[in-house]
């Protein structure tokens, strides 16, 4: 599209020969300054890190504080990337953070550039959820047009004896928003000369990161000869990448799929005798092509009867969306992703341990950054086939973004019945807000009561929770489940109190019930809510449900968020058919979670445009409407609990 940003791409000084192809942009790193960056303000992510917690394990061979998972995902080419969604539904909307330690926005090519900045939806997505995005850095083998030079560019010294490459890579991230890097040097034919030179730039690198919050990742590929050799293993040959004799050289080292049993082992003792945790050394298992029909001996990463030896890391797990045939659908991709994560039998509290894929559910204790009222979810995926407004569609084009999405249910899906089990998913039929909603399918012939959120949230008099629900079949009885304690022991079931939310009759469209949580404070002036739920019971005549939960909020007090202050259109351009804009406005006080942009219509009616964490916005393909002289546009703030702001308004004559 005319004047869309994408996210941004660098090689690190100097240029392959030749020309670029249509659509890329070739530039060095060490030229880059945030001031002269046109598309900054689209890229740069907005919502900081999130504190997490782990809440009592849902199942009994889940653990915490062993191994962990890191996931490296081309989310989009490396270049023409967009950098805040695009118009389709058919995205790799990665929603299980919650078992998730580190992402790494994978990509690179030769022929394009070899350091990616990971783009602001995705880094929002993952922040909300505790994640940290790391970019890449890929110096590919010769096999793929790989040039030593781009080693040797990477890791250059200035006359003061720095490395300009590193102070580089940390301005781009303390720009950008994100969390570090990941640096994969696969480029063979260097020396021990090449390799000390790649040590110092490590250090450098990880000083500079640790002194701003940031994370280094050192894939296993140079060796200490400065030639490249795939170890899966930490050993002597790849050492002084992860800890010299000064210390930490990375945060990090992703090992190549190459390893087995042993070198799993000797590489978890070694990182010991350093002085490490093995935790920090992920075991790559590669899932770009056969996903969970791929076969792993999982007990020499994650066993099941003794610690885990090493972290776990996924290479290409976006292999749930495309290994869908065309015409996928987001509710296909969902029942995939849901399968690789939780395993066959979707329910993380029974996980499936006997199978030959272990899902991560199985072995990882589930996290949650619930901590703060107010807290509100609408089911929002961060991709859809329409947007959805109070119930009523509000744009009928699909979309995807990462920074729309809600903090999602972290026990997906546990439902416990003494009967038939109904099926749980997200919809994208129908909505009550975004593109999702949460649905209850099937035959009840008991109640079931469905897992959303483990909370760490404060309970006084005055919290109310808000359901926003509506029955197609039925009628169907709510109650909220509310716990103010965690299970006793991993794997129980949490101990809910049922407050009577209401009976629900099909046909009778979207409604909202206010409960008030002070009966659970038993005398005390304050507690905490430590899991929220939903119970469902058939009612009278029904032997089946199809329920819809549209949203969820806590909260003591609800405040309309300030507006935010002069929106401004900073370019136009021809578009394929019509024209791309370009808006900014400046931030309103106060906090927000996100601005939706809307173009008001000659009836007065309004028409989503999208929405973003951000201050600026890419629109394109805008034509005029029959009889419209004028162009109107209205941004507004959107708060955690959903409330929203008047709007600031702007207007451009076609």
Known sequence: ??????????????????TPGAGITWRGLKTWRAQDDPDLAFN??????????????V????????????????????????????ATADYYALAH??????????????????????????????????????????????????????????????????YPLADKLVEVAVAYGFDGWFINAETGGGNAALATDMNGFLRRLRALSQARGLKVTWYDSMTTGGGVSWQGALNSANQTFFQDASGKVSDSMFLDFRWSTASLASSGTLAGNLGRDRYELWAGVDVEASGWNKSVNWNAIVPLD??????????????????????????????????????????????????????????????STVRALPFASTFNTGHGLRWYNNGAVTSSTAWNHLGLQDRLPNRRWVVRTTGVRPSVTFDFA????????????????????VDLYSTRLPLTADTVVDLTYRADAGPVVVDLAVATREPATPGAAVPYTYLPAGTLRPGTGWSTATLRLSGLLAGQPSGTVHALGIRLTAGTGATSVRFRLGALAIHNTTTVPAVPAALRITSTAPDTTGSAFRFTWDRAPGEVRQYELHRVLPDGSRRFLGGTAGTAYHVPALQAEPGESVARFEVRSVSEAYQVSSATGTERPW
């Open 306 to 367: 003794k610690p885990h030896v090493v972290s776990l890391g996924f290479y290409r797990p976006e292999w749930t969306r495309n290994q869908l045939p065309a015409g996928r659908t987001p509710g296909q991709f969902h029942a995939a992703d849901d399968r690789f994560w939780t395993g066959q039998s979707l329910d993380p509290s029974t996980p499936d341990t006997a199978g030959s894929w272990r899902a991560p559910a199985v072995s990882v204790a589930d996290r």
């Open 44 to 57: 740069k992510a907005s919502v900081p890190l999130a504190a997490r917690f782990t809440p009592v394990a």
């Open 59 to 86: 199942n009994t061979t889940a653990r915490a504080g062993q191994a962990r998972v890191s996931s490296l995902v081309s989310f989009g080419p490396t270049a023409q990337n967009p950098s805040q969604g695009s």
């Open 430 to 449: 129908d909505a009550w807000r975004g593109g999702s909603s949460l649905l209850v399918d099937g035959a009840l012939t008991a109640p079931a009561t």
């Open 97 to 162: 953070w919650q078992y998730l330690d580190e992402l790494v926005f994978w990509g690179g090519s030769s022929g394009e550039g070899l350091i990616l900045a990971p783009n602001a939806p995705v880094v929002d997505a993952a922040h909300r959820n505790g994640v940290p995005v790391l970019g890449n850095v890929f110096l590919p083998p010769a096999a793929y047009g790989g040039q030593l030079q781009w080693t040797r560019d990477l890791v250059q010294r200035d006359g003061a004896g720095g």
């Open 1 to 18: 599209a005319a004047n869309a940003p994408y996210a941004s791409y660098w090689y690190p000084d100097s240029l392959p020969s030749g």
